[in-house]
């Protein structure tokens, strides 16, 4: 079991930045792709960004590609999303994400933290 607790979000302006944090517990696999999705009211949940476990690759969005780091602190159990440059349409619920790839491949969901970018 793996436990996801988000925060970082906020009311920013567009242009600006935030940095997403995610403070996981429970046992990380090498294989575990983590990452960040983002939702807002009406819609399905998109995906953000991705970072793997075990090598660090990452993947992004075309939407926040050029725009967002996300990058993970072992020593501190927490994946970050840097968002820089926002625009009002970033502005959505945004969840963290683990997503095992081994079965019974289990997916888990933090409870999401909301990020509003005015004009």
């Known amino acids: 079991q793996v436990q996801l607790v988000e925060s970082g979000g906020g009311l920013v302006q567009a242009g600006g930045s935030l940095r997403l944090s995610c403070v996981y517990s429970?046992?990380?696999?090498?294989?575990?792709?983590m990452g960040w999705y983002r939702q807002v009211p009406g819609n399905q949940r998109a995906f953000v960004a991705s970072i793997t476990a075990g090598s660090d690759r990452t993947n992004y969005a075309d939407s926040v590609k050029g725009r967002s780091i996300i990058s993970r602190d072992n020593a501190k159990n927490t994946v970050y999303l840097q968002m820089n440059s926002l625009k009002p349409e970033d502005s959505a619920v945004y969840y963290c994400?683990?997503?095992?790839?081994?079965?019974?491949?289990?997916?888990?969901w933090g409870q999401g933290t909301q990020v509003t970018v005015s004009s």
């Open positions: 429970g046992i990380i696999l090498s294989s575990d792709v």
């Open positions: 994400n683990v997503r095992r790839t081994v079965f019974p491949m289990p997916n888990y």
